[in-house]
């Protein structure tokens, strides 16, 4: 258990629709990073934030928003879905406030799109 | 578009066998570090290694670092089938982390 706790585990929503994914990271740790990983492919880094505040953009689409709040959680809000949005949605976190160290990952929210 | 790609694409061995795995990256890396995805899991961190390491052990895992030519290797002795994943590169790059495309393993019994 990586200490990383994400929610749901699995969505099945339609085209069009509007869906948030949430992260709960390690106790201590002040990073948060989202990542995206499509059927089989590697993860393609979406954003990441640090205590609060985004420190880094990735392949981010418009479409796409993310947040970390005081408590330090993390959500991840994807809307007007496609059905290339389909995939496995990851939270990583770490203590630093850059890339530093090691990252744990939740699970993943497995996200399918019809 | 990804920082590290790793070759190769997928590795098919039997028990018993060393599997290496490359990884190449494009800019300047505070650290390099490999994980580990079990289908559909979650990665787990495997071993770090610094910009200023060429060679790093941690039980049966062997990692290089090859700055000069921005490339990394993985060497797992002695495979298990419980080894079967995909592993992947990361490159601390100062300021997040880039994964490779990943590494499938597969050690047959």
């Known amino acids: 258990d990586s200490g990383v706790t994400q929610t749901p585990k699995h969505l099945i929503t339609a085209t069009g629709q509007r869906v948030t994914l949430r992260c709960s990271p390690r106790?201590?740790?002040?990073?948060v990073y989202w990542y995206q990983q499509s059927l089989d492919q590697g993860l393609q880094f979406l954003i990441q934030?640090?205590?609060?505040?985004?420190?880094a953009k990735g392949n981010i689409l418009e479409r796409f928003s993310a947040q970390q709040f005081p408590d330090l959680h993390s959500e991840l809000n994807l809307s007007s879905l496609e059905l290339g949005d389909s995939a496995l949605y990851f939270c990583a976190t770490g203590p630093g406030q850059g890339a530093t160290g090691e990252l744990f990952f939740g699970e993943g929210s497995r996200l399918t799109v019809l | 578009s990804q920082q590290g790609e790793e070759d190769p694409q997928a590795l098919s061995i039997q028990e018993g066998e060393n599997a290496t795995m490359n990884c190449s990256y494009k800019?300047?890396?505070?650290?390099l570090q490999w994980y580990r995805q079990n289908s559909g899991r979650g990665l787990v961190h495997l071993i770090l290694?610094?910009?200023?390491?060429r060679e790093k052990h941690s039980g049966r895992l062997r990692v290089t670092l090859d700055t000069s030519k921005k490339s990394s290797s993985l060497l797992i002795t002695a495979s298990r089938a419980a080894d079967t994943a995909s592993y992947f590169c990361?490159?601390?790059?100062?300021?997040?982390?880039?994964f490779g495309s990943g590494t499938r393993l597969s050690v047959k019994p």
């Open positions: 800019t300047s890396i505070n650290n």
């Open positions: 990361a490159t601390d790059t100062y300021s997040t982390f880039i």
């Open positions: 290694i610094r910009s200023n390491e």
């Open positions: 106790s201590g740790d002040l990073s």
């Open positions: 934030y640090y205590n609060g505040e985004e420190r």
